[in-house]
T-cell receptor, first 113, second 114 residues
Framework: DTEVTQTPKHLVMGMTNKKSLKCEQHMGHRAMYWYKQKAKKPPELMFVYSYEKLSINESVPSRFSPECPNSSLLNLHLHALQPEDSALYLC????????????FGSGTRLTVV | AQSVTQLDSQVPVFEEAPVELRCNYSSSVSVYLFWYVQYPNQGLQLLLKYLSGSTLVKGINGFEAEFNKSQTSFHLRKPSVHISDTAEYFCAVHWMNRDDKIIFGKGTRLHILP
């Protein structure tokens, strides 16, 4: 299995809702990432987990809350989002300290209304 | 500061013509270099990477890239493009003195003309 699977593929939520994005990989990668990508822009790093511990938080607002319950799963919990948070959220994984690049999922297209 | 520059935001090219997408990076240390492709409404897919060794790297879908250390460049080329190559292409760099993260360029939109 050489894929990163993200669910759901599309999500529409209100500003008072609580929702979660999920990411799963079975490649034995021990580093996992959340990126946010706005239209016509490059991906922007949000969080990095290395060996299930949060190693990088790029000053992301607290309405985004990551969680890594085990080495294969990465969640992003969403609460009280704003319309400007609408974007494509990408998950990626890699082997820590390796030079093999990242494997990306197909993303979750989030719309906040 | 470490940065990745993709000089062209959009490149139009006729089908079956060659194409070069440019990428330059700032460097004070050794780097790993990557090109990713993003098709409409999809995630990113690794096209190719340079780690060490031969400066000419071959990737998937007929793409190749050449690492030029003196010019700090890693330009992507394809000798003959197809309509299916329409996508956004991102150059990415991993500086070896940094945390376990890579930095993306702003992307180049490849637009294939019939």
């Amino acid at each position: 299995d050489t894929e990163v699977t993200q669910t759901p593929k599309h999500l529409v939520m209100g500003m008072t809702n609580k929702k979660s994005l999920k990411c799963e990989q079975h490649m034995g990668h021990r580093a996992m990432y959340w990126y946010k990508q706005k239209a016509k822009k490059p991906p922007e790093l949000m969080f990095v987990y290395s060996y299930e511990k949060l190693s990088i938080n790029e000053s992301v607002p607290s309405r985004f809350s990551p969680e890594c319950p085990n080495s294969s799963l990465l969640n992003l919990h969403l609460h009280a989002l704003q319309p400007e948070d609408s974007a494509l959220y990408l998950c990626a994984s890699s082997s820590p300290g390796s030079n093999y690049g990242y494997t990306f999922g197909s993303g979750t297209r989030l719309t906040v209304v | 500061a470490q940065s990745v520059t993709q000089l062209d935001s959009q490149v139009p090219v006729f089908e079956e013509a060659p194409v070069e997408l440019r990428c330059n990076y700032s460097s004070s240390v050794s780097v790993y270099l990557f090109w990713y492709v993003q098709y409409p409404n999809q995630g990113l897919q690794l096209l190719l990477k340079y780690l060490s060794g031969s400066t000419l790297v071959k990737g998937i879908n007929g793409f190749e890239a050449e690492f030029n250390k003196s010019q700090t460049s890693f330009h992507l080329r394809k000798p003959s493009v197809h309509i299916s190559d329409t996508a956004e292409y991102f150059c990415a760099v991993h500086w070896m003195n940094r945390d376990d993260k890579i930095i993306f360029g702003k992307g180049t939109r490849l637009h294939i003309l019939p």
